[in-house]
């Protein structure tokens, strides 16, 4: 069932918000829980990480906070700082267009003395982990008196993880009318008991999934940690040389920056997605199926009047939230009694995903390889000779064995001639020479695995400033390495550098590449990896080119900000 937000009766704040952050459409989770938490009533629900669950009983909170009160009105549980900065992170993106609204993320490792400042100044909602939840209850310098929502999130792993006792003292201290939500992966009985004690007549929600078929065409998945993705998606690119496929992102904004990112590589691709007036949309289809489009970009809203027949591949650039959205994604390709292949990206904390989608549909999706450069390089290569042979066999050749005679004469032989002209093709159009490192065969830095949850960039470098980690994996795309290396050029050393504008200031690549070339002369195409975040981000420059692009870009604007510049520290 597809609900839009729109329908839920809520406030121009929050959809302002949430049309800020990309989402077309209620995820399941959100479209079952949000109706019963707007009416007030006490909810258990059974949702992993990854369904949306932050927003389901996000969305509601803040439609249920009072910004001009200072006092704290909600507060959410949560096993881990790490979850804690995130969930604050997203109710806080949620919260963007409310004014004076302060969450605030209170968890231990972090100064005490900030938190103390941080609560007396007043924050709405408050989110932490229980054991300095309690601290501070027990200091006075929390007070859940008036709190009327109180929320309990991965209520399972806090019971794992021994902090029964102190969310108990926690709930206990809030008042019999306080709205209280559990949401928990699994129900072992603990938590059954749990919500017995502090649950008044709770709604139960849960995702229920049908048996669903899937249409019978190959199916692989890869491994590929978030911030790679783009990366991978030009390898998939590049070793099959596809004419019409189609990707999917699960927001528009994913849409946008994808589609932005394949068309700085020179790929002739278009997105679609719900923000598109009608006129657009039939325009862009039209040129997708004429062939004018070889990659269409798409949320699954959008692709859903999507009409083609002859769909090579699906890409599942983000797995889908829901089994449904699979079968109907993969289902576009294999038409008509053509063949067709559904790659799917599955980044580590995106596997128990993988894991419904073939348990409710049984469709079978083998793990696969994504192709290495030298892999690349090989069917490029024989794509190449493939070329020279059809121009042999072609004839013709007559003004080129013309110019060759001169050198024959120089004592070189066809074969040097052949050998420098292969050469020269390979390096301008994809050979990366033997030793460049394979971005995605490198070993995990510490930094991707910092977390040990796999892929979370960021979070909790800075406590209290929480960055949504997935904005900076979103924005993080290597537009010179991989494979194709816009257009081959060999690589040359880069400098990082560091602006104050980010994804708050809804900063995309292409204002970036826009801006810089625009001011500084550079193309383009020499810039590489952006990494965008909340409120900075990072553009590798070639490094001979850095200062003049200091130079050219201090004082300058990016989407009305003024731009500071400078050389960013080098990465731990
Ligand atoms: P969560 O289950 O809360 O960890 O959410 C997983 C991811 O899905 C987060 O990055 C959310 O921002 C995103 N998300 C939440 N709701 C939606 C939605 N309705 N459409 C698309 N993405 C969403």
Redesign the pocket.
């Known amino acids: 069932m597809s609900i839009r937000?729109e329908d839920l009766g809520l406030s121009k704040e929050v959809l302002k918000a949430?049309a800020d952050?990309?989402?077309?459409?209620?995820?399941p989770?959100?479209v079952q829980a949000i109706p019963h938490l707007l009416e007030g009533r006490d909810v258990i629900g059974q949702?992993?990480?990854?369904?949306?669950?932050?927003?389901?009983f996000g969305i509601p909170m803040l439609e249920r906070v009072d910004a001009r009160a200072k006092h704290t009105q909600a507060i959410v549980l949560c096993p881990t700082r790490e979850l804690a900065i995130?969930?604050a992170a997203?109710l806080g993106?949620l919260a963007v267009h409310m004014r004076g609204l302060v969450v605030l993320p209170v968890y231990g490792g972090q100064p005490i003395e900030r938190q103390f400042r941080g609560l007396a100044k007043g924050a709405q909602i408050v989110v932490g982990t229980p054991g300095r939840v309690l601290d501070h209850l027990q200091r006075g310098t929390l007070k859940l008196q008036q709190t009327h929502l109180a929320v309990l999130d991965e209520a399972d792993e806090m019971l794992d993880m021994g902090f029964r006792d102190d969310i108990e003292a926690i709930l206990e201290k809030t008042t019999k009318e306080c709205q209280t939500v559990f949401f928990s992966a699994t129900m072992p009985p603990a938590i059954l008991d749990l919500a017995r004690k502090y649950l008044n007549n709770p709604e139960h929600v849960k995702i229920t999934q049908k048996e669903l078929t899937v249409p019978s065409i190959e199916q692989q998945y890869f491994e590929v940690r978030s911030h790679l993705k783009m990366d991978a998606l030009f390898r998939v690119l590049d070793a099959h040389d596809y004419r019409k496929l189609l990707v999917f992102c699960?927001?528009k904004r994913g849409v946008d920056e994808v589609t932005t990112n394949l068309q700085t590589r020179g790929y002739q691709a278009d997105g679609l997605h719900g923000n598109l007036a009608q006129g657009q949309r039939d325009r862009v289809m039209a040129r997708f199926r004429s062939g004018g489009i070889e990659v269409l970009v798409a949320t699954d809203v959008a692709a859903r009047g999507l009409d083609v027949d002859d769909v090579e591949c699906v890409i599942n650039f983000d797995i889908p939230?829901d089994v449904e959205n699979y079968v109907h994604r993969i289902g576009r390709t294999g038409r008509a009694g053509r063949s067709g292949t559904a790659f799917t990206f599955v980044s580590p904390r995106e596997q128990f995903k993988l894991r419904d989608i073939v348990r409710y549909t049984k469709a079978r999706i083998d793990q696969s390889q994504l192709p290495t450069l030298r892999d690349v390089t090989a069917i490029k290569t024989n794509r190449l000779l493939d070329q020279v042979r059809a121009t042999m066999a072609g004839g013709g050749l007559e003004r080129q064995m013309a110019l060759i005679e001169p050198f024959l004469e120089d004592d070189y032989s066809t074969m040097d001639m052949a050998a420098a002209l292969l050469k020269m093709l390979m390096q301008q159009n994809f050979d990366h020479g033997e030793n460049q490192e394979d971005p995605l065969y490198a070993k995990p830095t510490y930094k991707d695995d910092r977390f040990g949850r796999g892929d979370r960039p960021d979070r909790g470098e800075r406590p209290g400033r929480p960055d949504?980690g997935?904005k900076g994996d979103r924005g993080s795309f290597d537009r010179n390495g991989g494979a194709r290396g816009a257009k081959g050029r060999p690589r040359v050393p880069m400098s990082r550098l560091f602006l104050n504008v980010g994804s708050k200031m809804h900063v995309e690549p292409r204002d970036l590449v826009g801006a810089i070339a625009g001011e500084t002369g550079i193309p383009g195409r020499s810039i590489g990896a952006i990494e965008i975040h909340e409120k900075f981000c990072f553009v590798e420059i070639p490094t001979d080119m850095a200062d003049e692009v200091i130079k050219g870009m201090t004082g300058s604007q990016i989407r009305g900000y003024k731009v500071a510049i400078e050389k960013a520290q080098p990465k731990q």
């Not at 952050?21 to 995820?27: I, L, N, V």
């Not at 992993?48 to 389901?56: E, H, Y």
């Open positions: 937000f949430i952050m990309g989402f077309e459409e209620a995820s989770i959100q949702a992993q990480t990854g369904t949306g669950k932050t927003a389901a995130q969930v997203e993106n699960s927001t939230n949504r997935d």
